[in-house]
């Protein structure tokens, strides 16, 4: 490979990992700004064998509104709030719907972990 081809594949990988970053610092700073407002942060883990992009849907998955590709054994922060249901929308990679994360406890639980191998049916 040439000079040229490195310094394009480091510049196109380069500005992956820099925009992956900076979408994992905005989720886990939405989440503590959620956390403030009788919220609280927890993980959604990407526990399958491929990439999946998840979309923050709210209290409805009839639109997205943030969305993040977590790799094999990533993990995302997001925001909760007790007998709230947050919404996201699980995908695989081919944009197949694989079903939705309500993201609802009954009382504040910090830290939990939610795997996307725990989807349920989509909400309209």
């Known amino acids: 490979m040439t000079v040229k081809g490195l310094t394009l594949a480091f510049v196109v990988v380069g500005s992956a990992l820099f925009g992956a970053a900076a979408m994992m610092v905005a989720m886990v700073g939405y989440a503590f700004v959620q956390s403030q ?14 990439p999946l992009l998840i979309k923050h849907c709210g209290d409805s998955c009839a639109h997205s509104q943030d969305e993040v590709r977590l790799l094999p054994g990533g993990k995302v922060a997001a925001s909760a709030a007790a007998d709230i249901p947050n919404w996201w929308r699980v995908e695989d990679g081919f944009g197949h ?6 993201l609802l406890f009954g009382i504040e639980k910090p830290g939990a972990v939610v795997r996307t191998s725990q989807v349920q049916d989509c909400p309209p």
């Not at 407002?37 to 491929?50: C, H, K, L, M, Q």
């Open 37 to 50: 407002y009788n919220g609280f942060a927890v993980w959604i883990e990407n526990d399958s064998r491929t």
């Open 97 to 102: 719907t694989l079903g939705c994360l309500p």
